[in-house]
């Protein structure tokens, strides 16, 4: 009978599954013993180390365990296990040369040397292995901790420099994000001398690789570390603690050295900067400029070439190098007589379409606010933008007019540009049968000679018939009396097109607006003769019969 057959057929195949699934949970129960017993022979060998001198050579078992590849709970518990052995070699002096000791404790704390250099070097490179970065970077920083503190011959100041720059040279070249994310909030935030020499050999690290390299990583890496730093300390008590011992004499001045620290940074951005760099990672630069990298440097002078190539390479790297080239003319007497004449090349078609438009619009703002400056020069950029602002977003408008009235406010001789009326006759009959041509010449590039101070601001009166409300109410601003002191251009400078339309759909109507609206019968077919409605313009000009 079939339901005789099925009920058998069921029964012979339960027993299989059962057998299956009891030989996979007894595998998985064979390998967590397994691995529990590789545990338990590290721990019994670690203590045996302990205990007697003549069990050194658990060390070299030990350190096999550590690079077996194939079972990574035993290699990181390995990892663990070696970094307390040597912990207590060092405390207990094992690992010191002293004056008095025997050739054969000699032989024996060579031996344990080169030990060590073979864990640091397994502990260095699990820095570039995601799931064990993180422990290993731990056990990498308290061995060289414990080295700083022990392995010294005399009482002067002793920091592991060559182990230091292996960390920070596997950090860089394959370390991932978090694993160098968390080294700078655990270790270079915090430590002075930790901050001191990774900066010190971070610059050996980028020097030694060639300029010509293609290898981006490196620079986005080392960049990651460099521009950690929100704040600059400013005094020796906002350097933080020391991660090794201090030094105690006061003729060790570079690690305590605020200056000598600032130095150290500057030369490792030097070096990063002599990489070569894309476009790309010189606009990243650029970014932090002023905020991150000057106040590192002891001469920001050093800085100059960078900051005027980024500014002679056009677009958006010259915008973004804007305000570190300021800085050095204003702080450091940098000699750059074309700059306004270069500043005056950056107002293009896309300018006010960049996403760097309110950074561009401050610093223009603050170039502009000398009351020395000669009335055709900013005659000549008020012009420039204004005819800018005729193809331009309705948030670059707004905040382009309060910008121009409080640049009236300053420069009065520019006034004549607002108002500017034909005074005889014979002019006025010229405007009337020929026009008006205007005089600026908008492909001069020099802005002492674009004429703009003999023309009109006949775009802003466009500007007052603009589609969108705002723009048209904020440009009669220029027509009405100058009863206001100053905009700030602060209040105008994040607007955008949606933050725009949400301020006009949120206003409270008083009075609902009078609509009349006749819904047509047809639209794209004549009308009927009968009706008397004039055909619109669409079907006029097509036939969709």
């Given at each position: 009978?079939?339901?005789?057959?099925?009920?058998?057929?069921?029964?012979?195949?339960?027993p299989k599954t059962l057998e299956k699934s009891n030989k996979r949970a007894k595998a998985e129960s064979d390998s967590e013993d397994e691995n529990d017993s590789s545990k338990d022979d590290i721990l019994r060998l670690e203590q045996e180390i302990l205990e007697s001198k003549k069990n050194y050579n658990n060390i070299t078992t030990i350190l096999e365990l550590a690079q077996n590849d194939e079972d990574d709970d035993t290699a990181q518990f390995a990892l663990v296990s070696l970094c307390r052995v040597f912990l207590r070699l060092f405390a207990s002096g094992n690992l010191a040369r002293r004056s008095g000791q025997s050739e054969k404790d000699g032989v024996v704390i060579q031996w344990l040397r080169n030990k060590l250099g073979e864990?640091?070097?397994?502990v260095v490179s699990s820095?570039?292995?995601d799931d064990v970065a993180p422990t290993a970077l731990t056990l990498a920083m308290r061995i060289l901790q414990a080295e700083a503190k022990y392995l010294k011959d005399t009482d002067d100041y002793n920091f592991p420099t060559n182990f230091m720059r292996e960390i920070v040279d596997e950090l860089v070249r394959n370390g991932s994000e978090d694993i160098r994310q968390e080294f700078c909030e655990k270790f270079l935030g915090e430590y002075a001398d930790i901050r001191f020499y990774t900066f010190k050999v971070l610059k050996d690290v980028l020097s030694a690789d060639s300029p010509m390299s293609e290898d981006e990583s490196l620079f986005d890496n080392a960049f990651d570390i460099l521009s950690f730093f929100e704040e600059v300390p400013d005094s020796m008590e906002d350097m933080?603690?020391?991660?090794?011992?201090?030094?105690k004499k006061k003729g060790h001045p570079p690690v305590t050295s605020l200056n000598q620290?600032?130095?150290q940074a500057q030369e490792a951005w030097l070096a990063l900067l002599g990489l070569g760099l894309s476009r790309d990672q010189r606009k990243k630069v650029l970014q932090i400029v002023t905020k991150s990298i000057v106040p590192w440097f002891v001469k920001p002078e050093l800085l100059m070439d960078f900051l005027t190539d980024s500014y002679n390479?056009?677009?958006?790297t010259s915008l973004l190098a804007l305000s570190g080239v300021f800085y050095l003319i204003q702080e450091r007497n940098l000699d750059y007589p074309s700059f306004y004449r270069k500043l005056y090349s950056l107002l293009d078609a896309d300018i006010l379409h960049s996403k760097h438009r309110s950074r561009f619009l401050r610093l223009l703002d603050t170039f502009l606010s000398?009351?020395?400056?000669?009335?055709?020069l900013?005659?000549?950029?008020i012009k420039r933008i204004t005819r800018l602002c005729v193809g331009a977003p309705p948030a670059a408008i707004v905040a382009v007019i309060p910008w121009v009235y409080n640049l009236f406010k300053k420069h009065p001789l520019c006034t004549f540009m607002m108002h500017r009326v034909p005074r005889t006759a014979e002019e006025k009959e010229i405007l009337e049968n020929e026009g008006m041509e205007d005089p600026f010449i908008a492909d001069e590039e020099d802005p002492m000679e674009t004429c703009a101070i003999d023309s009109c601001l006949w775009e802003v009166v466009q500007l007052q018939s603009h589609y969108h409300p705002n723009v048209a109410t904020i440009a009669k601003i220029i027509s009405e009396q100058f009863t206001k002191q100053s905009y700030n251009v602060e209040d105008f400078l994040d607007h955008s097109y949606s933050s725009l339309l949400d301020a006009e759909l949120s206003k409270q109507v008083k009075k609902a607006p009078v609509v009349e609206f006749m819904i047509p019968k047809r639209v794209f077919l004549p009308q009927d003769p009968a009706s008397g409605a004039e055909d619109n313009l669409l079907a006029k000009l097509w036939d969709f019969q």
């Open positions: 009978m079939p339901g005789a057959v099925g009920e058998k057929s069921l029964k012979r195949k339960q864990y640091k070097r397994i820095l570039g292995e933080g603690d020391y991660y090794v011992d201090a030094p620290q600032k130095k390479a056009g677009g958006a000398s009351t020395h400056l000669p009335a055709v900013v005659a000549s950029f």
